[in-house]
C-alpha cells in the first residue's frame, strides 16, 4: 500500500548516500532516544541504511514500505542485520498503524502539484510529537515537478524551515526540513551540530564551503574563456591560479565543540576587539566583538545552543570593521531564544566584506558550534548575551576559534 496516494512518487529522482544522510540528519543529531518513522521505505535504499545507522540505545524506528517495497522485504532486511537493530526497528503494513514520532522522515521524492502536497500535509499532523521535525526531499532539476509541492511545505511549517540542495545526488535534489509545530527551546541542547551539505569535502576535517567552490569555478570557467580567445597569451594563468586561493578563503574546517553546557562559543575565528556592556533594543547585554581578517575562516557559528526566533537586516555602510565607524556597518542579527535567555549574533560587513549569508531560519532549533553562515572575505561578527549572566573569559587581542574557543561562562 502506498502511504500517500496522492502525491506522485513517480521515480524521476532517486536518494543516494549523500542526500540521505541529509534526510536522516535531524534523528542522527539527538543525543537523547527519540522515536523516528520513515514513510516510503525501501528495504534497498540508503535512507533506511542512513537511519539504522544513526540509532542510539534507546532509539525506535518503524518503517512504512513505499511503492518500491514491501513489509516482507523491509522485515527480512532488518531480521538480517542483527537483534540490536531488529529489537529497535518496527515494520508496519499500513501508515495507519503508525505512532506519532519525532521525526519523520519521506523516504522517496516527492513530486507533484501544490493541491497533491496539500493531501498529503492534511494528513500527517496524526504522526507528529509536538515539536517533530519532517524531512522530505524534492527533485532540483529544472523541468522537474516538486517545486509546487516545496513550495506549499515552505508555507505551511510555521515553526521553521530549512533547505539544503545536495548536488552530489542523480539527479540532485533539495532536502527540506520542517517543522509545524512550536519545539521547547530546552531541546536544542540535547542537539549535535546539524549536518549540512553545504560545503565540499576536501580531507576528512576540511571542507570547502558552496560559495567558495562557486567562486573557483567562475576563476576556472574565466581562465577557459581568457585560454579559448587569445590562445597565445597567458593572461589565463591568473584566473586559473586565483581559483584555490579563492576556494582557500572559503574553507570549512571541522571543530571540537566544548561539551560542558555552561560555556559560550566563539561565533567565529579571529581577535577579540572589544568585551563591554552595551544596550541593545533598550536591553543591557555583554557584548563580545571579534574581527574577522581575510585569511580567519569565514564561516560562522551559533555561540549557544537555541531556537533562532528572528533574524533581521541593518541597512548601513561599509566603513573598516576595526574603527569605531563599524558600529553603522549593515549588520544581520540572529536573535536566540534559550534557557539563560536572549542571545544575539551579529554578521557585520566591514571595507572588504559586502556580502552577508545567513543559512539557520526562524524557527530551527540550533546546537552550540552549529555553522549558522559565513561573512565573505572577513570582518566581524558581534556576540550579545545577557547583562549577568555570563562571565567574560577572552579580552582584547585574544585569538579564538569558532565553535571551539570558550569566550564566556553562564553564572
Known amino acids: 500500500m502506498t502511504p500517500f496516494p496522492a502525491v506522485s512518487t513517480a521515480p524521476v529522482a532517486g536518494i543516494g548516500q549523500r542526500a540521505a544522510r541529509a534526510l536522516t540528519a535531524e534523528l542522527a543529531r539527538r543525543n537523547v532516544a527519540g522515536s523516528a518513522l520513515v514513510i516510503g521505505a525501501d528495504h534497498a535504499s540508503a535512507v533506511v541504511a542512513t537511519a539504522v545507522e544513526a540509532l542510539l540505545p534507546g532509539d525506535t524506528l518503524t518503517l512504512v514500505a513505499g511503492e518500491r517495497s514491501t513489509a516482507d522485504l523491509l522485515r527480512d532486511h532488518i531480521a538480517g542485520l542483527g537483534s540490536w537493530v531488529a529489537d529497535r526497528v518496527t515494520i508496519l503494513d499500513t501508515l495507519a498503524e503508525a505512532d506519532p514520532a519525532d521525526v519523520v522522515i519521506i523516504g522517496e521524492p516527492l513530486t507533484g502539484t501544490a493541491e497533491e502536497a496539500r493531501a498529503q500535509l492534511d494528513g500527517l499532523g496524526k504522526y507528529l510529537t509536538d515539536g517533530a521535525v519532517v524531512t522530505v526531499a524534492t527533485p532540483a532539476v529544472p523541468g522537474q515537478t516538486g517545486g509546487a509541492a516545496a513550495e506549499l511545505f515552505r508555507q505551511s511549517a510555521l515553526f521553521g524551515v530549512g533547505s539544503d540542495l545536495v548536488v552530489r545526488n542523480n539527479p540532485p535534489v533539495r532536502v527540506h526540513k520542517l517543522r509545524f509545530t512550536e519545539p521547547s527551546t530546552a531541546t536544542a541542547a540535547t542537539l549535535a551540530p546539524a549536518y549540512r551539505p553545504s560545503s565540499v569535502p576536501v580531507t576528512r576535517t576540511m571542507h570547502i564551503d558552496s560559495n567558495g567552490v562557486v567562486a573557483a569555478g567562475i576563476a576556472l570557467g574565466l581562465a577557459a574563456v581568457a585560454r579559448a580567445a587569445r590562445p597565445q597569451s597567458r593572461l589565463w594563468l591568473l584566473p586559473a591560479l586565483a581559483a584555490a586561493p579563492v576556494a582557500a578563503f572559503f574553507r570549512d574546517p571541522e571543530r571540537e565543540v566544548p561539551a560542558d553546557p555552561r560555556t559560550v562559543v566563539a561565533a567565529s575565528d579571529g581577535r577579540v576587539l572589544s568585551v563591554e556592556h552595551v544596550t541593545f533594543n533598550d536591553e543591557e547585554y555583554l557584548r563580545i566583538a571579534v574581527f574577522l581578517s581575510v585569511l580567519d575562516v569565514h564561516v560562522n557559528r551559533v555561540p549557544v545552543a537555541g531556537r533562532v526566533v528572528d533574524h533581521f537586516v541593518e541597512e548601513g555602510g561599509y566603513a573598516n570593521a576595526m574603527t569605531a565607524a563599524a558600529e553603522h556597518n549593515v ?37 552550540k558550534g552549529e555553522r549558522m553562515g559565513l561573512i565573505r572575505f572577513g570582518s566581524r561578527t558581534d556576540v550579545f548575551l545577557p547583562a549577568g549572566a555570563a562571565t567574560p573569559l577572552v579580552t582584547v587581542n585574544d585569538k579564538v576559534v569558532g565553535g571551539s574557543s570558550i569566550i564566556a561562562r553562564w553564572k
Do not use: E, N, S
Not at 540572529?334 to 572588504?352: I, M
Open 331 to 367: 549588520a544581520a542579527y540572529t536573535v536566540l531564544d534559550t534557557d539563560r535567555g536572549t542571545v544575539v549574533v551579529a554578521q557585520r560587513t566591514g571595507l572588504v566584506a559586502r556580502r552577508i549569508v545567513q543559512r539557520v531560519p526562524i524557527g530551527t532549533l540550533v546546537a
